[in-house]
């Protein structure tokens, strides 16, 4: 299985960028799908994630600012981020919980990450 991630890039404080991750694979069902972002210095973080039934979580520090969307069909999550603050600056990675068969455990993936620069 193999997270490919898109979008991402620099911004002025205030923009909004996109970011697009598509799995492909060995997939039989894909539980939950999100979005971790690490800065210099810190630890990985959780962003949103969505799962199987569309049930969404945001980090507080994004909420009403990004918006993490799944199309199901073809194994995609978005992450849209507006109002972007110079502290959203960060590498960000898609995540997802994969089962390769039907009585296949879960098992978590990530993509190789996509920096995210918000400039003041």
């Known amino acids: 299985v193999q997270l490919v991630e898109s979008g991402g890039g620099s911004v002025q404080a205030g923009g909004s960028l996109r970011l697009s991750c598509e799995a492909s694979?060995?997939?039989?069902?894909?539980?939950?799908m999100g979005w971790y972002r690490q800065a210099p210095g810190k630890e990985r973080e959780l962003v949103a994630d969505i799962t199987s039934v569309g049930t969404t979580t945001y980090a507080d520090s994004v909420k009403g600012r990004f918006t993490i969307s799944r199309d199901y069909a073809k194994n995609t999550v978005s992450l849209q981020m507006n109002s972007l603050k110079p502290e959203d600056t960060a590498v960000y990675y898609c995540n997802a919980e994969v089962a390769s068969g039907r009585w296949a455990a879960d098992i978590n993936y990530w993509g190789i990450g996509s920096l995210v620069t918000v400039s003041s």
């Open positions: 694979g060995m997939i039989f069902s894909i539980n939950r």
